[in-house]
Each structure stands twice: as C-alpha cells, then as structure tokens.
C-alpha cells in the first residue's frame, strides 16, 4: 500500500531555511503528481506547491519564490526547500500523492482528502 512519510520539520528563527523529505512506498504511477499543503488550527488547509512527472511544478502565492520543490526519483522521495521562513509559515506540512493530474490542477485539489494519499505531516515552527 502507499505509504508518505515526512521528515525534516523543526524550530527555526524567521529568515532561515529547512528542507522538507517526503519519502514514498508502494507509489510509482507513470503520471505522478506529488506535493506540500500546510495545516494550521483555525485555517484552511493550504497548497504549498506541486510537482508532475513532467517535470512541471507550481506554487502558492504565499511561497512563490520561496519554496522549492524538487523529487528524486531514483528514491522516491520529494522535497521542500523552504527559505526566508516567516512566522506565518508555521504550521504541519503534509505530503500528498496522486496521479493523472497536473501539478497546476493539482495545486488547487491537494488538500483535499479526495486528492489522492497524504502523510502524517511535520511541523514547522518558525519564531
């Protein structure tokens, strides 16, 4: 069964960086689309940014040019590299997964439980 795992969460002060893991198990669609939502209490799940077997990535306003998301797909693992952290970045980071979506589209439906697999999440706390 597919299995998402996150890795990397932390405290950091605003303005440093992480990078977030995603490793993925019993996933290898040929049309992937895999990506970050962010949960925080009170709020609306949020899409962070996506990533298709294109090679196509797309981002929220809120971390356009901030974040990068990237896969290695020799491990089957996705990436989150967060830079110029902001308070109002805190919260869990969740992984998701699906497949036959783009990564624009896929932007828009990620944080939904209909979207396809999600992980456990980590959580981000920047101060």
């Known amino acids: 069964h597919v299995q998402l795992v996150e890795s990397g969460g932390g405290s950091v002060l605003a303005g440093g960086s992480l990078r977030l893991s995603c490793a993925a198990s019993?996933?290898?669609?040929?049309?992937?689309?895999m990506g970050w939502f962010r949960q925080v209490p009170g709020k609306e799940r949020e899409g962070l940014a996506t990533l298709d077997w294109r090679g196509i990535t797309a981002y929220a306003d809120s971390v356009k040019g901030r974040f990068t998301i990237s896969k290695d797909n020799d491990k089957n693992i996705l990436y989150l590299q967060m830079d110029s952290l902001t308070p109002e970045d805190t919260g869990t980071y969740r992984c998701?997964?699906?497949?036959?979506?783009?990564?624009?589209?896929?932007?828009?439906?990620?944080?939904?439980?209909?979207?396809?697999?999600w992980g456990e999440g980590t959580q981000v706390t920047v101060s």
């Open positions: 019993g996933y290898s669609p040929a049309k992937y689309a």
């Open positions: 998701a997964a699906s497949w036959d979506v783009t990564a624009p589209a896929a932007l828009g439906r990620i944080s939904s439980p209909e979207f396809g697999y």
